[in-house]
């Protein structure tokens, strides 16, 4: 079946099966920054955004985005790039796998709260596992790169 | 230190965080063929028959193999130097199945779809077994896990396999039960460490191909590339000639990724089809059908006197090594090995233990290795020993602990490096108030908090077996390429060794290019565990950068007409000392290594210590107890880590966030599970719960150096010693807070709820 998207701002036509789910779609077309660690929608390390909303991809049928706008961290390497360089200056990727899916809800979280606080914050990205870092960097970079001042 | 020191960012930091495809999966090709596993369904069986004739007519099925048609030497899959001190128990594919989940046979396809689809189609006749899956029935059960005859080991290991004891250990110093006579106070407890599930982010995946000359090219996840060749040479039966591993980058290993898991599975196919082909274990088969730290019986004894020294240590160790023994002589000989040194004023000191096998899956190599589930042991008792002392435990760690430079009783005279521990207690003490808060206070709402406390040490590389290799040479353009077998899997170390190199050479860190984990191309390296690279590779590091340095300004001084001595290092440059002349690092190399020179600069070094300096933590937790519910908080965790000189702050402090979080995994969450038929309950992130982000609390780290004299600028190591306070010091905590203690980790509610219950 085909499927018309437009990934990082280009409309594709892609042809994907009826069962097919959208990371394995977006691996097969190269990109391969989204990585699948679970099968149970419990890891957040496949997060992209459909229609500028966080999703994870292991878990939404690649027919059901059709016609909708699929941003992915290579989609947005400016931002993308911003928060990284704060996260690794505290050293917070360590082995990176999960980096690409949590980096694409930071900036998507960016977007959606004002102001947060950190239990907003943490709230938020709770979803994101990392076995690494024990979140304390991830989190000391969040906060750096959306201004939170201590206290 | 221009480099050293310095919160230096990873090199690869920004390549892996902003996705970029890197990784083992992202490198193989799309024509790989695709790998799957049919698995037994029962804990312990025969297989009678398997027929494969509808799977194998199948359009896209490329390679079925079964038990018939893999070579027939017994090997092992732990990643250990050879001679490897774990039994050959292990075929490809066997005829007898240990476990729920052990491998039937072998699927190739030309996609997943495919191989899914013949997995449903082969028709395996078993013939079911009795299995034994409570580990402490094993030995003597009348079900023999590995009966078979052509088991073997290098050397003897103390296994005893018809009474399904993989390994046996005995060490004794002093006469024990004279001691505890003597002893104004003996301590007893019995101590359950859980087997936990690694978890890494990247499961476990392994791309193979043939090359150019028809050698097997093995892209693995793994932290051992070296060993790996070694085990597919003995496995496939090929000369190790005719293999290439290499190393990509890693998404997390924590030991299990020090076990060859799959690599053996997708490199038959290759060998037999000729065909590139990727296995890719998916969370289900990375929970059951790989490694998790082993699940322990600890029996410890104590015996003190009146002053809170104590005199005698017994340990009895019953651990649980599932279907396979990888790893389980060397994790059981740990629990003592890296407990025991820590207090020295003991006059008499025993541990025993075994290994046995059950049909469980196998417990491997976990961060830690036996250290933790003895901390959380002999921990868990010390702090028993103070409560009947009347002592406060930070006093009775500081009155016991070895100091540095001083023997302990099982060490046969080995001196103990630096040690800043007795800082380290006192300065978490200070950060999480203990004063104040110790042992408890209510504080309204039914509930209670409280603080606890543990120290703990690891090594640093394996003594006298250990060894890293390091070449370093000056390229024709004026940089340096610094070679290492050294497997960086997210820990830092490519980047630690080239900081290391740079301070050394006094050139700029972008100047060196890092090439790292390929055995055709990398000097000798084990591979990245047992807390090594750091320690050995960064030792021999430093060699390998003073010997080039060494040439590169014997070189510059004959370009510049002086004497070496009169040469230095000035950025990218040899100048003279009284600064008057100066030769580029590019001009040298150029006048060098090219055309008339005829010199490749090249610093080389084989590094392996006889010692194996411990780096220490003390760790302080503080936990809100709902004395209605039994529901445990974690307020707050303090570690104080002594790691020698930390050779980058952030990547040290790191490493300790992310142990300690695994540590506080084990201590309240995690647990491998069975059904009463031996199958895997906790094959999901659903029922195996890893901490979230909401589940850590504050977790605060801080550094107290020593300098340790045999490490590279004074380092010791640190990956594995920041897992093991945790369990001992949350229990503590919790018992301090409402009087129950918990000996069968993880500490769930309703344990603690049961417990309150009763007293």
Not at chain 2, 570 to 585: D, H, K, M, P, Y
Request: aromatic share 6%.
């Amino acid at each position: 079946m085909q499927i018309k998207v437009t990934i990082n701002d280009k409309l594709v036509t892609w042809d994907v099966e009826k069962d097919e789910f959208l990371a394995d779609t977006l691996r097969s077309h190269g990109f391969l920054s989204v990585k699948k660690a679970c099968e149970t929608s419990c890891c957040g390390l496949c997060t992209v955004w459909v229609d500028d909303k966080s999703v994870l991809s292991c878990s939404i049928l690649s027919l059901r985005v059709h016609g909708k706008k699929i941003t992915t961290i290579e989609g947005v390497p400016k931002e993308a790039e911003e928060f990284a360089r704060i996260l690794t200056a505290e050293g917070a990727e360590q082995c990176g796998f999960c980096s690409p899916g949590f980096i694409m809800n930071v900036l998507a979280m960016k977007n959606e709260l004002v102001n947060p606080s950190e239990n907003e914050i943490i709230h938020y990205l709770t979803g994101n596992l990392c076995r690494c870092t024990g979140y304390m960097g991830q989190l000391r970079a969040v906060k750096t790169y959306l201004g939170v001042v201590e206290g | 230190m221009k480099s050293v020191g310095q919160s230096i960012r990873k090199i690869d930091g920004m390549a892996i965080a902003t996705g970029k495809p890197v990784y083992t999966q992202d490198l193989a090709t799309p024509n790989a063929l695709v790998v799957k596993i049919l698995r037994s369904p029962h804990a312990f069986a025969k297989i009678n028959s398997i027929d494969i004739s509808r799977a194998e007519k199948m359009e896209g099925v490329e390679c079925i193999i079964t038990f018939k048609d893999v070579p027939a030497g017994r090997f092992t899959l732990a990643g250990q130097s050879y001679p490897e001190p774990s039994p050959y128990d292990r075929l490809i594919l066997d005829e007898m199945v240990r476990y729920v989940g052990d491998e039937v046979a072998i699927v190739a396809a030309v996609d997943e779809k495919t191989a899914f689809q013949a997995l449903k189609r082969i028709k395996v006749d078993y013939e079911v077994l009795e299995p034994v899956l409570d580990f402490e029935q094993a030995v003597g059960h009348s079900t023999v896990v590995h009966p078979e005859e052509d088991l073997s080991c290098n050397f003897d290991i103390g296994l005893q396999k018809e009474k399904n004891v993989a390994s046996s250990f005995t060490e004794e110093v002093g006469d024990v039960e004279e001691e505890f006579k003597r002893c104004d106070v003996v301590v007893e407890g019995v101590y359950y460490p859980q087997a936990q599930s690694h978890a890494m982010m990247e499961t476990y995946r392994a791309y193979t191909y043939l090359d150019h000359t028809g050698r097997l090219v093995v892209v693995s996840s793994t932290q051992i590339p070296f060993h790996i060749r070694r085990q597919l040479a003995r496995a496939l039966q090929i000369p190790a000639s005719k293999i290439r591993v290499m190393k990509p980058r890693i998404g997390g290993g924590f030991g299990g990724k020090q076990t060859g898991s799959v690599e053996v599975f997708t490199a038959i196919v290759t060998l037999k089809t000729g065909k590139p082909a990727i296995i890719t274990y998916d969370r289900k088969e990375t929970f059951s059908c790989t490694t998790s730290r082993h699940a322990m019986r600890l029996k410890v004894k104590l015996g003190a006197d009146r002053e809170g020294l104590i005199r005698a240590i017994d340990m009895e160790v019953l651990s649980d090594t599932g279907a396979y023994g990888e790893h389980a002589a060397t994790v059981l000989s740990c629990v003592g090995h890296y407990t025991l040194p820590l207090y020295n004023k003991t006059r008499a000191v025993r541990i025993t233990g075994n290994a046995v096998y059950t049909n469980k899956m196998p417990a491997g190599a976990f961060r830690g290795y036996g250290a933790t589930q003895g901390t959380f042991a002999l921990e868990s008792t010390v702090n028993s020993l103070a409560e009947q002392l009347g002592l406060d435990p930070t006093e009775v760690r500081l009155k016991n602990i070895s100091k540095e430079g001083e023997t302990f009783l099982t060490g046969q005279g080995v001196l103990l490096g630096s040690t800043s521990l007795d800082r380290c207690i006192r300065k978490g003490k200070e950060l999480i108030g203990w004063q104040d808060k110790f042992p408890s206070r209510e504080i309204g709402q039914n509930k209670v908090r409280a603080v606890g406390m543990a120290v703990t040490m690891q090594g640093s590389g394996i003594a006298n077996i250990g060894t890293a290799s390091i070449e370093i040479r000056l390229n024709d353009d004026g940089n340096v390429t610094l070679l290492t077998g050294a497997t960086d899997m997210g820990t830092g170390c490519d980047t630690i060794l080239s900081q290391m190199a740079a301070e050394i050479l006094e050139i700029p860190m972008e100047n060196i290019i890092v090439s790292a984990g390929d055995t055709d191309t990398s000097p000798f390296d084990p591979g990245s565990y047992a807390s090594s690279t750091t320690y050995v590779a960064g030792t021999a590091t430093i060699k390998a950068a003073t010997e080039l340095k060494k040439k590169i300004l014997e070189q510059g001084a004959k370009f510049l007409g002086v004497s070496p001595e009169d040469a230095e290092m000035n950025g990218l440059a040899v100048r003279s000392v009284s600064g008057e002349q100066e030769i580029g690092l590019a001009k040298l190399a150029e006048l060098t290594i090219l055309g008339a020179g005829k010199l490749q600069l090249v610093g080389y070094a084989t590094h392996g210590s006889e010692v194996s300096p411990p780096p220490y933590v003390a760790g302080f937790a503080e936990v809100e107890v709902d004395q209605e519910t039994g529901k445990v908080e974690l307020i707050d965790y303090v570690a104080v880590v002594d790691c020698g000189t930390v050779i980058n702050p952030n990547l040290a402090r790191m490493q300790a966030e992310g142990g300690i979080a695994q540590g506080i995994g084990m201590a309240l969450y995690e647990e491998v599970r069975y059904d009463e038929l031996g199958k895997m309950a906790t094959n999901s992130f659903m029922q195996y719960k890893i901490p979230c982000r909401k589940d850590i609390g504050k977790v605060r780290i801080a550094f107290e150096e020593s300098f340790e004299p045999t490490g590279p600028f004074g380092a010791k190591s640190i990956g594995e010693v920041v897992a093991n306070t945790p369990s001992p010091a949350i229990v503590h905590a919790v018992y301090n807070a409402v009087g129950v203690k918990i000996n069968h980790l993880p500490i769930t509610s309703e344990k603690v709820f049961l417990g309150m219950q009763k007293s």
